[in-house]
């Protein structure tokens, strides 16, 4: 742990926040011991870690790509040209990483030198005005874990988007925590909504006290690949002032922030930027503008290094990370060493201004494939902005098929709006011109017409071989009762669709996307009409 | 996961033993779709992983000892030259091991081949009569964590040992769940003590149901140093079927067994064993003699291995490891990459028996270093059979300085059990003959006479430059009530304390021994009448 304290502001009194069971933590007595153990000339009988002198591995060796390696002009050959090589021993200091110390037992904060880089990190690019501290964790599915052990007391609720990730939440249901949604458009979640919802919080008929956690994936969030935007950012962390809530800020996908799209034949190559240009390019994170300390951000190498490293890192108040030290210790301890090694070596090897340069390249890479995505549809679909389409509203697009054949009139089939980052495009399918999914209403048995069709449909296209992953995964959990469109008050005629575009290839998209169109033609075509 | 289902006993139905959080674990959904992707001709706009070829590492290379490296009859040059070098490459498949899967995200339960790994380590080790599936975990603390998320309600008793591993208790104390202590003797805890605390097990009076779970570090004891005897586990594990309990064996160090103790002059040089020989040599684990499924095993490389790897595995009845990976999708997920990698390639270098020979070498090293420390108990102290000693009981040792100047009466200083495993001596410290623990006795004020007199010794220990760790870390939490010495109920007049010898040198172990010697000579010794 180590905080960036000099020069500010100090984080107001969050304290009660920490719920009963974390509150009743105790450091672990075998770290008291640990300051002793430091002092010239003592000799410890004390301590309990295995010989290293007998391990096993005396050297790792990593290749690694440069920094610019994903340079989209650089050829497969240029890519391996570049390769250089990690090379970490056992108390070797040429380069002042004696690997012993990752193989042997941390004291649960993570090591110091991989704490420091975090900080050093988290000043680069978040610059956070209130005092904070940097704790390792091992991945973000992890941390979010920690956190609803800091802060969650069973049965209450969470505020959470409209769509949000399935496992943040397959976590907390069997302690009995719900969520509460708020509503977003193409800018968020929105800040009117949130407040509405906490200014009217119902404790007797919730059961349950007023939210005190919201939880959100604020660049390009999964599923909706909506980024929350700058204004709206500082609207939400004014509500959440305004009514004492902490915000975990679960933000994998921060560097991946993506240009406007614009269509294949008018599209630029990407120009390089400088490490400023490129950085200043990036919408701030809440964590940029948490004057208070009421920002957990959780930071991941997952989507930027890869997601087997299981290493990442809290940025928190420390009267947070404190607690989630204690927790840490007893849960985890530190992430896995190798890891650590892993990335402390590839920051020294590339720099910092080198990550951030692998970085811009990264990003770049993520851009053409959303790119291929949306050519894609607008390839085999007409794609019309949803102000002028069949079933106008103010923001996003329409993706429609010709209808009667001979006519001009379009037939919307989804409604989308255009990522400006992460790995997905979220896909609203409109219900209301299928025949089929008449049917299916109209069937008294039916308790939840929108899923059964979204279903049929998601069958049908695993049958033609494309695969998109069911809106419903994203359903914010309400309890029990409140699983159907109906009864979660969703739009009716409607339900939803995930594309990813992280890892199919141009061919693959465009392929997927040409199969979808065939299915969608029987259901929305016009000889749909017969079926 | 992967199962011993050939020729096994069905487990008995144990599911009433999970949890009411851990019943409600529903699977991901994400999960699901896992099985349609990989479909044949499929096109996946499903998945959200990050794409395998924007990852920067290309190419893994680690330098290994030899298994027989730590022989003791070679030289560090020796070691050195029987260094190997573990490649693992992207799509590489010389060895059959692509990196690229390691870098990538798991599925929660470990990648299949360290699964089929861990499997086959467990039919050659433990052979368990019933059937039973490997899960992977990141080390035992996080296992345990797991099984507490698992088996244990809050407020609940937990039954362990009269002295137990303090962070296994850190984790449990905040939920309410207390500790019931069994008393133990050198065969491990008391089959009778277990059988009685049950059988009286008063709901109403201890305002808890009675335990379901037991928690033993059942070979080389952290603290105790004590293994659980063949005949004492066959004892143990019958009031468990009787009373229905479940049997955490967490066993970090199971290949860290050691023949008895003989002094230096007599002592012969291990003898090379063969595999058959070494792992019959051993005691059989709870889990080699589970015929109903009722022990749930963690297994860990940390200290066979080495610690940072975070690596580890569950070997446990199929309906609990259905639960736990549920519990890993959530909390943690795959353990580290590198971690799989490194550990897969390393037996794939060296070979199952390999591994094998391995462990007998580094049982051979601790088993020295054991030997250093009780070699310097009986250099700077009289070291008696506790039958003949001044405070005569039936078992163990009693270490004690000579009385009054030329009298041939000895005074006892500690009673230990030789360990004949793991990393400790756990030595209790007799008090009664110390004119200063009198005096704090007779203090009205002392509250816990015992404490504060053992936390002078330690500190006046400290002072002289050597360590040990305070017995009171490892007293069994039983509420905030019972923690004094009279409160616990435990004997009086003693203190403990635990001595390791796994980490400082065989110099460094005489001189701390000696160092202890002149301290205990201030308090027990003749001129320490005038304190």
């Not at 794609?383 to 993706?399: F, T």
């Not at 989308?416 to 209403?441: C, H, N």
Request: hydrophobic share 40%; charged share 20%.
């Amino acid at each position: 742990m180590a905080g960036g304290k000099h020069g500010k502001l100090q984080p107001v009194d969050l304290s009660h926040h920490i719920n009963a069971k974390s509150k009743a933590r105790h450091p672990s007595p075998l770290k008291d011991i640990i300051r002793f153990m430091g002092q010239e000339g003592m000799i410890s009988l004390a301590g309990g870690l295995p010989h290293p002198s007998l391990f096993p591995l005396e050297r790792a060796k990593f290749d690694v790509l440069s920094p610019s390696a994903l340079n989209s002009s650089h050829t497969e050959g240029g890519r391996a040209a570049g390769l250089s090589t990690l090379d970490l021993g056992r108390g070797d200091s040429s380069n002042g990483l004696d690997l012993t110390r990752f193989l042997q037992y941390g004291s649960g904060c993570g090591d110091r030198e991989v704490i420091e880089l975090a900080t050093e990190l988290t000043e680069r690019v978040h610059s956070p005005p209130a005092a904070y501290e940097c704790l390792l964790h091992p991945g973000n599915t992890n941390a979010w874990s920690k956190v609803v052990g800091l802060l969650c007391e069973d049965n209450d609720y969470v505020v959470v988007d409209e769509f949000t990730y399935p496992s943040a939440q397959a976590l907390w249901i069997p302690v009995g925590i719900r969520a509460a949604p708020v509503q977003a458009d193409a800018d968020g979640l929105s800040a009117t909504g949130l407040r509405d919802l906490l200014e009217n919080w119902d404790e007797s008929g919730r059961g349950a006290r007023r939210p005190r956690v919201i939880y959100l994936v604020s660049v390009g969030s999964n599923p909706t690949g909506i980024s929350i935007s700058n204004r709206r950012r500082k609207d939400i962390y004014d509500v959440c002032v305004q009514f004492d809530l902490i915000i975990v800020e679960d933000d994998p996908y921060y560097f991946l922030q993506y240009p406007p799209y614009t269509p294949a034949p008018d599209r630029a190559a990407p120009q390089t930027q400088t490490t400023t240009e490129f950085l200043s390019a990036l919408t701030p994170s809440f964590t940029s503008i948490d004057s208070q300390g009421r920002v957990i951000r959780l930071e991941s190498f997952s989507k930027t290094v890869f997601p087997g490293l299981r290493l990442g890192y809290f940025i928190a108040n420390p009267v947070f990370t404190e607690r989630l030290l204690r927790a840490t210790e007893v849960e985890t301890q530190d992430p896995a060493g190798l890891s650590q090694a892993f990335v402390l070596a590839l920051f020294q090897q590339w720099g910092m201004d080198g990550y951030f340069t692998w970085l811009q390249n990264l990003q770049c890479q993520y851009r053409q494939r959303r790119d291929w995505l949306l050519d894609a549809f607008h390839e085999h679909f007409a794609v019309v902005p949803a102000s002028e389409s069949p079933v106008p509203s103010s923001q996003g697009l329409v993706v429609c098929i010709p209808g009667k054949a001979g006519g001009t009139a379009l037939r919307p089939v989804f409604r989308f709006v255009e990522p400006g980052a992460g790995m997905f495009v979220w896909s609203t399918f409109l219900f209301e011109d299928v025949r089929r999914f008449q049917q299916i209403k109209q069937s008294a048995s039916q308790e939840d017409p929108e899923q059964a069709f979204a279903q049929e449909l998601w069958m049908a296209m695993a049958d033609d071989l494309v695969l998109l992953t069911p809106g419903s995964y994203y359903h914010p959990w309400q309890g029990a009762d409140m699983v159907t469109t109906k009864a979660r008050g969703a739009a009716p005629d409607s339900a939803h669709f995930r594309f990813s575009f992280a890892s199919p290839t141009e061919e693959q998209i465009h392929e997927g996307v040409r199969r979808m169109r065939k299915v969608i033609e029987r259901y929305w075509g016009a000889e749909a009409a017969d079926f």
